[in-house]
């Protein structure tokens, strides 16, 4: 839009040129003022809710008696991530069925976008049956990095030891319309994986570190650091989104064989913990947990004593 028509007055074209190289400094002048804004302020918190809070994003009080405190900013100047020993001994591991194939191509072209394509971490793809020469040649088509394909045994796939099938079938029909996969065997076989059983993996027990990511995420922000060595020279043993309140039913008995655990084992405590943050004053469990989905861990803190 040109400038306006005065009675008297008839726009040329340098008058017209003027204007619009006027509007265009204007612009880039209030870019740069908002841009010197954000970058102070909301692009922080940005970060900070796609990544742990702990990596240097927003520092959020979390509810209870959890405080954080990480000296500098998340975008350290690293060595070039080709640099040998720049990078740490990890991977990113995804537990998913050939039929996700569409998502988790989706995950990692934005990941790869983000973060990968630089960093160059290998993929470690693990699933309850073989890989279709389909899904990988789907991934092969998206990533020029390492990927890795492994499957799960019959004692990583299956019932524990002290689980019978029937007393499971029993348990599946009763709760299959009390809370979200209450009726499914294959939700509590993968939550068995993850909680206990992952970082046992053939593929995986070699690694230091992993970053949990999962079919049909989308990465908004671009990653320019490593967290692994970001949270590797900081002390920093776990990386974590989100920490919602869990469905009361779904976790009946957790607090109750928590507490025995502890009680048999109080010398593999350390002195300070985050017991206070998971349980009311009341002394019971108040349904706070990690949401595991996404999380980036130092392995050496699932293989302790503890």
Not at 35 to 49: R, V, W
Not at 109 to 118: L, T
Request: proline fraction near 5%; charge should be neutral.
């Amino acid at each position: 839009m040109g400038p306006p028509h005065i009675a008297g007055f008839k726009p040329t074209a340098r008058i017209y040129k003027m204007a619009i190289l006027l509007a265009a400094a204007v612009a880039v002048s209030l870019t740069m003022w908002m841009a010197s804004s954000l970058l102070g302020t909301e692009l922080a918190p940005s970060l900070g809710a796609k990544l742990p809070s702990v990596l240097g994003g927003a520092k959020q009080p979390v509810a209870g008696s959890i405080t954080t405190s990480v000296q500098g900013s998340a975008r350290v100047p690293y060595e070039d991530p080709a640099a040998p020993g720049a990078r740490v001994n990890g991977a990113m591991v995804a537990l998913v069925r050939n039929s996700e194939l569409d998502g988790l191509r989706k995950s990692i072209r934005m990941f790869e976008d983000r973060f990968n394509r630089r960093f160059k971490y290998p993929y470690v793809l693990l699933n309850d049956q073989n890989f279709t020469q389909e899904f990988r040649d789907g991934i092969a088509a998206i990533t020029k990095n390492e990927v890795r394909y492994g499957v799960l045994d019959n004692t990583q796939w299956a019932y524990s030891p002290s689980v019978t099938a029937e007393g499971t079938a029993e348990m599946l029909e009763l709760n299959k319309n009390r809370y979200m996969y209450g009726g499914s065997l294959s939700y509590r076989f993968m939550c068995r994986f993850q909680s206990g059983m992952f970082y046992r993996h053939p593929l995986v027990r070699d690694l230091d570190w992993y970053w949990r990511i999962e079919p049909d995420v989308e990465y908004y922000c671009d990653i320019d650091y490593d967290p692994f060595v970001y949270m590797r020279d900081n002390g920093i043993k776990y990386g974590f989104t989100i920490a919602p309140r869990e469905g009361r039913y779904t976790v009946e008995s957790l607090w109750y064989h928590t507490r025995e655990w502890i009680k048999k084992n109080s010398d593999l405590l350390p002195a300070r913990s985050l017991v206070n943050w998971v349980m009311g004053t009341d002394g019971h469990y108040n349904l706070c947990h990690f949401w595991s989905n996404f999380e980036i861990v130092d392995l050496s803190l699932y293989r302790s004593a503890a």
